[in-house]
């Protein structure tokens, strides 16, 4: 091993991973060494503005049917369980709670 060259062990899967600043993100163009890198969401590259805005848009789109599926799932379930309280109603005796009570053991 040269002097000037440092291997830790266990990282030899790693250089056969390309370097995720090494392509955009949506168009899998190459981003050149001096140019400007459109970064979104932490480290997600882009080579350019309109590529950052389409992968925006998408995303939101995604997140706009989540909104959608889980308001729907959740009223939904909200009847449910609407329904049930008023079933189990008349069935359950009323019950005589006592506020203010202070039980010292």
Not at 23 to 46: A, E, H, Q, V, W
Not at 54 to 67: G, R, Y
Request: proline content about 4%; hydrophobic content about 25%; glycine content about 4%.
């Amino acid at each position: 091993m040269s002097s000037g060259m440092i291997h830790y062990v266990g990282c030899e899967d790693h250089f056969n991973e390309p370097h995720f600043l090494e392509s955009c993100f949506l168009c899998r163009k190459p981003l050149g060494k001096n140019s400007d890198i459109f970064m979104y969401r932490g480290n997600t590259p882009f080579c350019s503005k309109e590529c950052r805005q389409e992968q925006i848009t998408i995303d939101e789109s995604k997140e706009k049917k989540s909104w959608k599926l889980s308001s729907s799932s959740a009223s939904s379930s909200s009847s449910n369980r609407a329904t049930r309280k008023s079933d189990t109603k008349d069935s359950t005796p009323s019950k005589t709670v006592r506020t203010g009570t202070v039980v010292v053991a």
